[in-house]
């Protein structure tokens, strides 16, 4: 029943998903950015939580878009979840505070019961931060359930055990400065959200949450039909990293980290940016024995993308993403804040271990002179 259905609807639903959701769109996504940016600073505690730290002291592990499925064919967390249960222990043991930063469940595609018979040990894993109080989930556009369902919280409470509120976003805040005086300290915020804001399928307009979450993904489901999203699609997925960028260059001291791309960004530059960027300046240098290493690893990484920014020298650092936990070779990265450094991380397995690399870091110190 279910082939003969796909049969019919395929085209119809791909139809609709190409008529009802758009090209991310600037003025759209900046003002839903902006409206849920100033929500929560004047209401903390509705959509959204304000968390002071100390900035050397604080210590918090972002990571996003987990996709936690049934285990079949088309779950792409299987192959990652090593990798994650290694990280969690990892950053339970050094106190750290646990942003899940959205879609960390895949319930377009699947029911919650399929998700959380399949994945006990991964929401025990998540549980031990909630016993220290130290977890934050964030809604994505692919676990807009927690958003929408009268019985979130009582499945939340019985999968954790403990109440867990799910919100839309979450900004920490900060002073950072070495001098012993804390007037001579630079304010920094840093706001945190899965980065679908203002996506016509998932916040807002005829797509609306409610049709989405009740309508569109049991669908989907259904028919086993998964249109192309920011994540799947490689051209959605850069513009919607620059619009994003764009926004976080207007704002003063604030740092924006999403997921939602699948797309690690580190202070504002993809991969490729990054090494357009150290092989402009290993040739300022003369550095020949560089310039051959980066121009091999340029050309390897090139077909990963569709678009470089045209300033990529000079874009300012405010832009952050973490990636995914979901990559097909199984691994994830993240974004950490630690030590007074804010870092992207990539846990992989290594002779068949998970191991943590550091791949790209700087300090806030840094950071905020950049700004």
Known sequence: MRKILRFILLKPVLWAANKFSSRPEPTRIFKALTELFENILQHPG????????EWRAGKFIIFSDQHKGKRNGADDFIQAEPNYLAALDYYSQQDFCFINLGDSEELWENTLWQVRKKNKATFGAEKKFIA?????????????????????????????????????AVILQTAVGTDPDPIHHSRLTIFLTHGHQGDAQSDGNWFSKFF????????QALLRINPNTAAYNAEKKTLHNNIMYEWSSQQKNLLLVTGHTHQPVFASLTHLERLYKQFQLAEK???????TALLDEIKKREKEFTAV???????????????CCCFSDGDITGIEIADGSIRLIKWSLVDEKPKRELLEEISLGDLVKQL
């Not at 509705?46 to 730290?53: E, R």
């Open 46 to 53: 509705k959509k959204g939580l304000v968390i002071p730290f």
């Open 132 to 168: 220290h109080n130290k977890y934050v989930k964030i809604s994505g556009n692919h676990d807009l359930y927690w958003n929408t369902s009268p019985l979130a919280a009582l499945h939340l409470l019985s999968i954790y055990g403990e109440k867990v509120k799910v919100y839309d």
């Open 212 to 219: 989405v979450g009740w309508v569109w993904a049991p669908l």
């Open 285 to 291: 240098e003369k550095n020949k024995e560089q310039l």
């Open 309 to 323: 920014a045209l300033d990529y020298m000079s874009m300012k650092p405010s832009y952050f993403n973490s990636g």
